[in-house]
């Protein structure tokens, strides 16, 4: 039996299966930055040009997908031409001392944007979409399952450059935000939070390439550290698709205990957050940790251990950390039968802990759903959430679904 990866190519193909039932008003289009000139091939461009689609998200229910190769597909109903005509635009502003970009607009020879009228193109798009998840999954089968790429760890030396090369400015294209949903016991949902971030591993490509950052825990936390304020800096706004969310941050310890948390926060004087602590930060020093949730309680916000395993889950409850929930990480061992005390259910430590205060993470398929609500777990986050219960969610206007 072949395995199942989830990319963004299969996502888009799940959704492109759906929408061939319902096509009045639909259109799609793809923006081929796979075909730019390689200085434009820098993710950071990637990301700036998927958000330009905000607006259409905001207003028009338009979904956006990032695809492996650098391509941007967006679809959406009724959308205004002039609208999504003007974000093209802008892609075009973006990328304008490229050729690409100047071979005949508009005309059949595009080679920067498609445009498909899914009444009468849906089995031309319909195609390149299963085109996509073919070439990405053939592709993934074909990765050694060793390391996948040679890399090298950094020394103090070489962390003390990358991070002279943080600045607000070579942040900001890597943050972004990923929405977690709260499931109701008659089956309706409604956005629970949203977790702002700073996606590492394309930072790490940008500033390090070839670095393995993690190698030493310890420098590791030390650049997180240092990352956390530039990633404060950088987020000028709490909204995310068309409504302010509620924002999760990932910070450490370090951060919380100093002003950097603090005077971010007055910049949102209504809003109160949730910060994720990972679990290696929260352990290295207890004490330290125990007043940061202190300090996070006292100004009405909330604390949160971020990256639970089923062991971490056990060893977690049994102890009273000073937290208002935990994430725990979706893996298919959740699931596996557990027999003794050697091989203890997740299950027990969920009762314990008590499933209202977790939120299970990285869902990737409608087992981790059903494994969850069995729990009596209700909020959760991951590729399958954003592909499947958003979008519901968006479609009865913000509401139930």
Known sequence: MQSEFVTP????????ERLGRVRA??????????????????????????????????????????????????????????EVDAVVYKLRTLFDADPLVHHDPYGPEDGFCSWYDLETDYEAFLAACRADAVGVGIAQQKKP???????????????????????ETTVRPFITAQAAVHVTPIGESAFAFQEIFV???????????????????????YFCAALDSRLLAGIQSLT??????????????????????????????ETKFCVEFQTI???SNLNAFTKACGLLHQAGHRAL???????????LSETALPVDAFKLMWSADLAAQHHGASDRDPSTAIRILGPERIILARCDSFAAIEWGLRQGIRTFQGHFVDATLIGRIQGNGGGGA
């Open 199 to 221: 996606s590492v591993s394309d930072l790490t490509a940008r500033l390090a390439p070839g670095s393995d950052l993690s190698a030493d825990r310890w420098l590791f936390q």
């Open 281 to 283: 930060d929260a352990f």
């Open 25 to 82: 008003g639909r259109i799609a289009l793809r923006i081929h930055l796979s075909r730019l000139s390689q200085a434009y091939r820098d993710p950071a461009y990637a990301r700036i040009a998927a958000r330009m689609f905000d607006g259409l998200v905001a207003g028009y229910r338009c979904q956006v997908f990032a695809l492996t190769g650098g391509d941007i597909v967006a679809t959406g109903k009724d959308m205004p031409f002039g």
């Open 145 to 167: 399952r060793g390391p996948q790429a040679q890399t090298h760890p950094v020394t103090p030396q070489d962390m003390e450059r990358i991070i002279g090369g943080l600045t």
């Open 305 to 315: 251990v971020d990256g639970l395993t089923p062991l971490s889950l056990w060893m």
């Open 240 to 269: 995310l698709y068309g409504r302010e969310l509620p924002a999760n941050l990932n910070l450490n310890v370090a951060t919380v205990l100093g002003h950097g948390f603090t005077d971010f926060a007055r910049r949102f004087p």
């Open 9 to 16: 190519e299969s996502l888009l193909l799940d959704t492109a």
